[in-house]
Nanobody, 127 residues
Framework: QVQLVESGGGLVQAGGSLRLSCTASGRTFSTYVMAWFRQAPGKEREFVGSITWSNSNTVYADSVKGRFTVSGDNAKNTVYLRMNNLLPEDTAVYYC????????????????????WGQGTQVTVSS
């Protein structure tokens, strides 16, 4: 019903910046929360940040708070992740995810809250 496509990944030096985009198509009116997750080699997929469409509330993981910003463009059905002051430990595949179910008992940072996922985009930060 909803499809997500990420873009904007690449190679950047530590201290640099990058902006990722996630565009949703399909039944976007059924999307309540969109989030960014990342997964580094050998590690579990972890929450990065999220935005709630109805009120634009954002939530961030402690590891990226103050460095990353999640924003949304309602007209374009697009969510962005602006990443500043990148660190080598930020290297990962970044995934966009969407919650399309009306109700959930899962927290905003829980992977199982989200039922739609993008294909991921690679971010590599060199030291």
């Amino acid at each position: 019903q909803v499809q997500l496509v990420e873009s904007g990944g690449g190679l950047v030096q530590a201290g640099g910046s990058l902006r990722l985009s996630c565009t949703a198509s399909g039944r976007t009116f059924s999307t309540y929360v969109m989030a960014w997750f990342r997964q580094a080699p050998g590690k579990e997929r972890e929450f990065v940040g999220s935005i709630t469409w109805s009120n634009s509330n954002t939530v961030y993981a402690d590891s990226v708070k103050g460095r990353f910003t999640v924003s949304g463009d309602n007209a374009k059905n697009t969510v962005y992740l602006r990443m500043n002051n990148l660190l080598p430990e930020d290297t990962a595949v970044y995934y966009c995810a969407a919650q399309t179910r009306r109700t959930t008992i899962m927290t905003i940072a829980s992977r199982i809250r989200y039922d739609i996922w993008g294909q991921g985009t690679q971010v590599t930060v060199s030291s």
